[in-house]
């Protein structure tokens, strides 16, 4: 039986070199054991730096890294339940499959190779052929793979899924959904593919330049703004006086996202104006989370 | 501090990860090392008959050719461990584990390599005294003849413990530090390499080195105290490389 860990962040700054930007300045969040949290942010927000420090790959430059209430680094019992899953694949490239599974059945106290076996099947990966050989999206599975299987209390998805096609993404959804629910553990998945991904989250967290902008449940973030669609004299109406974060028109229809949630009666008002009320997807808010001024300007002319 | 933590989790994954490294190194460069070993053996042989065919055969043929597998393990030591780095971190494995696991492979690994050395010479020496042609050997402190099966399982078995963990230093010195200051490690173990083998004598530094460690005059022991005095200080650079060394983002072996 696995028992989740949760991890921790506190005030963590992390420079490659000295002169260079941080990749991360003064983060900090919380991941509570047993979820499925989403770790997001652009290209270059940190998010690897991040994964990266939580599975003992290196070191913060300052600040206070904590797995299962401990620094994870060179802490054996520790890492011996962390598995983190790059997207390039931490595998023996040029050696059969089998080899690489070996190698992590070996470490990993808590590997079910029956289970392992089973994907490769599911994934049609031969464990004879080497990493290699093997195309871009069967690669990709292979790290999956090998991060369901490995039964770590802290797994870790970093962007590894993304050369798989959308039928062998839906697949690994499902079996991380079905594993996940009978062998509970604290999962954290990054990823660019926000819309196919949000389902699972239970939190959220945003990095940006570095700096944490959301630590939060999936459901809060999803509280934090509304949307409005239906006749654009109707929405506008509804929005007068709130802080809207993105318009869309159509013909005589708009879609507004307004910050903030609205009260029963401007729901009453809006239903009976035929403007429908909806959530916002975690992905329109994470693009009005990370926008930079610049883009905000463009989005206003 | 939780279960999972307890000193004895702690040790059982040391455990797991040193033997797991070192059966991982230890087996993976013996893969290569079989069609090392046939090119080796298929080389001496047909120089043996060449040599025979339009001279005459003066001395062991097969302890100059041998003469290469130090440089195999050190290839072998530049290539295995660092591949084997971001696998054993990614699979929880520690950088502690990965020394061990890399130390214990080197002693296997030399050992092994020595044996099959020492064995293919004694072989040598059995058909040479048959075909009543000389079995002279490169002068060595731990040897002097090809018939000499301990001696040279020894000397060779020192050697390649030497050249392998040397060339895993010299690796993962590049990696962590870059070519400027990698270059600067690599120095004292190369340093440290080569005066393990004119300890040893024999080897490379037999022709070109020989006459500056008087190894008419080093005792065995002695040869054999300076030799593991410099693959331990080998060894040192090696541990304190890997003990704390960072992975770099998106490393694929």
Known sequence: MTTPYGAELSDVTVRYGRGRDAALDGASFTVRPGTITGLLGRNGAGKSTALALLASFRRPTSGTVRVDGADPFENAAVMAGVQLVRESGDVVGDSPVNDTIGYYSGVRPLWDADYAKALLDQFGIDPRKTPDALSRGKQSALGCIIGLASRAPLTIFDESYLGMDAPSRYAFYDALLEDYTQHPRTIIVSSHLIDEVERLFEDVIVLHRGRTVVSETADALRDRAVSLVGPTSAVSKLADGRHTLATRSLGGTTQLTLEGALDPEDVARARDAGVEVGRVSVQDLFIHLTQEPETLKEDAR | ?253
């Not at chain 2, 048959?130 to 020192?158: C, K, Q, R």
């Open chain 2, 1 to 253: 501090m939780s279960v999972a933590q307890s000193p004895t989790t702690a040790r059982a994954q040391e455990q797991r990860g040193t033997s797991t490294s070192a059966y991982a190194l230890f087996f993976g460069t013996w893969q290569l090392a079989t069609y090392y070993w046939i090119a080796v053996v298929l080389i001496s042989a047909a120089v043996t008959v060449m040599i025979n065919t339009w001279d005459e055969v003066g001395g062991s043929i097969a302890d100059g050719i041998l003469g290469s597998v130090p440089f195999f393990l050190a290839v072998m030591g530049v290539i295995m461990p660092l591949g084997a780095l971001p696998l054993h971190v990614a699979g929880g494995g520690t950088r502690r584990s990965l020394f061990r696991g890399t130390v214990a492979a080197t002693v296997a690994l030399g050992v092994s390599m020595g044996l099959v050395g020492a064995f293919g010479m004694l072989v040598e020496y059995g058909v040479f005294a048959a075909l009543d042609w000389p079995g002279t050997v490169e002068p060595a402190g731990l040897y002097d003849s090809s018939g000499d099966f301990f001696g040279i399982w020894l000397s060779w078995s020192l050697s390649g413990i030497g050249y392998f963990l040397g060339g895993a230093a010299v690796a993962l010195g590049y990696y962590r530090w870059g070519p400027m200051l990698g270059t600067v490690v690599m120095l004292p173990i190369v340093a440290l390499v080569i005066g393990g083998e004119i300890a040893l004598g024999g080897g490379i530094t037999s022709t070109d080195l020989g006459g500056l460690d008087g190894d008419s005059t080093l005792p065995a022991a002695a040869s054999v105290a300076l030799s593991l005095l410099a693959s331990g200080g080998v060894a040192l650079i090696l541990h304190r490389t890997l003990r704390d060394l960072p992975l770099r983002a998106n490393n694929s072996t």
